[in-house]
């Protein structure tokens, strides 16, 4: 018989292991202080924010989406963002027709406009069809970000800017990419409701 696992060890190892993680984001200050001033620039001028990702990196992008078209924590306008991986009829037709590969960039191609801020939300930042989408974006004239692990994968040299977490641990990773969208949804709000008001 194995010896029986123990919870309190198993919860008391990833909480330790997301602390380490959590801690260094200090490090992302620079990266996140550009991200948050590109998507508050945009979304005053009457640009938009697209996200998009694989996964769990879909779900995270439809999480920040909702927060900015809905409310993060003050009452304020609806604000201009989409998540490109809630279409099911689009994705499909598109996968169908173009290739996996083409599911986000088809979107972009057909939603994004220059000075657009577009999101691409991967793990290993190497997600395949998250790296054509920021090439599309590029081409269109849009701010491009990758939320991507350590090391940042090649999404980190083709973005704009790359947050680039500092470990290997896929579940990590995640939660430290919602904590940086949630500090970035709370200085829009701040920066949108301080010009309504002012």
Not at 73 to 80: I, Q, W
Request: aromatic content about 4%.
């Amino acid at each position: 018989m194995p010896d029986p696992i123990n919870f309190a060890l198993v919860a008391e190892e990833a909480i330790a292991r997301h602390g380490a993680v959590i801690q260094r984001l200090k490090e992302q200050q620079p990266a996140l202080e550009r991200i948050a001033d590109a998507m508050s620039h945009a979304l005053l001028a009457g640009n938009k924010i697209l996200w998009c990702g694989n996964g769990g990196s879909a779900a995270d992008s439809q999480h920040l989406a909702a927060e900015l078209v809905g409310r993060f924590r003050r009452e304020r306008r609806g604000l201009a963002s989409i998540a490109l991986t809630t279409d099911t009829s689009l994705l499909t037709a598109i996968a169908n027709d173009y290739g996996y590969e083409r599911v986000f960039s088809r979107q972009v191609e057909a939603l994004c406009q220059r000075d657009d801020v577009v999101v691409g939300i991967s793990t290993s930042g190497n997600s395949r069809n998250v790296l054509l989408a920021l090439e599309k974006a590029r081409a269109v004239g849009a701010f491009t970000v990758a939320f991507t692990g350590e090391g940042g994968g090649a999404m980190a040299a083709l973005a704009d800017v790359a947050l680039c977490i500092p470990s290997k641990d896929t579940a990590r990773i995640q939660e430290a990419h919602i904590l940086c969208g949630h500090i970035l949804c709370d200085w829009i709000e701040r920066v949108v409701c301080g010009e309504e008001n002012a």
